[in-house]
């Protein structure tokens, strides 16, 4: 039987445009029953803060999560596009529990741990090397080895002659402990001391930033060493309550007016200053669009990430081109660095200058 020409089903003969448009309207429809979360965050109440029994030690207890405060004036602001990012979970936890950093001649193992829990494994690694304790200041963050002469053990950790000839030095080891920039990190340094009379007291700390390629060379082993040794005793740790008390103050510090940000203290040289910026910057996504050491500033790029979506364009168009919008300078004033953030006057974007530091100040402490 012939069919009539133009007699076919009009729906089975466009099937591809019919289909589309009726995906089309399914997936605007389906956006409706999506729960849209986004504005809990900023809405929540605060709960009741936990109450731990008097023999509890508070020092033990610490958000696992830590939840970033909101200023009620500053909660207005926030749109379900733009919910605050909370802080890094690992600006806490380094890669390695024991890295040894080094710059401008200084080396130094950097520890995942608090002072007064590496004090008692520091010292028995003084015992166990055959190096002894003769005089310590918990207070101080020091500690000096007994004269490593008599020590074959000992000689052999400092790289000492077997068979010396002549007149020889008395050698000794001190080490130095402090607070790291980063909360709860502890910096280990140590230098060899040689005199021709045995010291007969604690000997001032004094830090030599151009010291000769071989004694950079023995501080850096030294270090390795230790870190290989407190890496062993992880399971064994003990705290010291005396180098619990060790007196000082964080060395990077936020500085507002008016619950904003405008400054960063950083008691620290400008050389550790600058490098400890430049981790931060790379830790946080910000782009770097420029950077000038000797002058001391950073052009950085500080949009949001709508901002920097170009929506379908972005599969046409090559990687695009960090843009400038803030500039980061560190000043130095009274023996400290000043961090500023300026605004550009181009950028019409969300971003504050105190938006910047706050997220900075996140990564670098």
């Known amino acids: ?138 207070q101080l963050g020091l500690l000096q080895s007994e004269l490593a002469n008599f020590s074959k053990r000992a000689r052999q950790v400092l790289e000492l002659p077997d068979n010396p000839s002549g007149a020889v030095p008395n050698v000794v080891l001190q080490v130095r402990m402090a607070p790291g920039v980063r909360r709860k990190t502890t910096e280990i340094q140590v230098r060899k001391l040689s005199s021709a009379e045995s010291p007969e007291e604690l000997v001032p700390w004094q830090a030599v930033t151009d010291p000769s390629e071989q004694e950079l060379a023995l501080r850096k082993r030294l270090l390795a060493d230790m870190g290989e040794y407190l890496k062993a005793r992880e399971e064994s740790k003990s705290i010291s309550r005396a180098a619990s008390v060790m007196t000082t103050k964080p060395l990077v510090k936020l500085i507002s007016e008016n619950d904003q940000a405008i400054a960063i203290r950083m008691d620290l040289d400008f050389g550790r200053s600058w490098a400890e910026v430049s981790r931060a910057l790379s830790e946080s996504g910000m782009g770097v669009v420029d950077l000038n050491r000797s002058e001391g500033w950073f052009y950085v790029d500080f949009r949001t990430a709508d901002e920097r979506d170009t929506g379908w364009f972005d599969w046409f168009s090559d990687a695009e081109k960090p843009v400038h919008t803030h500039t980061l300078t560190l000043t130095e004033r009274d023996d400290v660095i000043v961090v500023t953030a300026e605004r550009q006057k181009r950028y019409q974007g969300e971003h504050t200058s105190a938006d910047m530091l706050s997220q900075l100040f996140d990564y670098l402490y």
């Open 1 to 138: 039987m012939q069919v009539p020409a133009r007699t076919g089903s009009t729906l089975l003969s466009r099937p591809v445009p019919f289909l589309a448009s009726l995906l089309l309207a399914v997936a605007v429809s389906g956006c409706s029953f999506i729960d849209d979360r986004s504005e809990r965050y900023v809405n929540a109440t605060e709960g009741e803060p936990l109450e731990l029994p008097e023999s509890a030690n508070p020092e033990r207890f610490d958000q696992a999560m830590p939840i970033r405060d909101i200023v009620s004036a500053d909660a207005s602001k926030l749109y379900p596009s733009d919910i605050p990012r909370p802080p890094d979970m690992t600006s806490e936890i380094l890669e390695e529990n024991y890295v040894i950093e080094e710059l401008d001649g200084r080396a130094w193992l950097l520890v995942n741990d608090v002072p007064g829990r590496i004090w008692p494994s520091v010292t028995a690694y003084m015992n166990d090397r055959g190096l002894g304790v003769a005089y310590d200041s918990p």
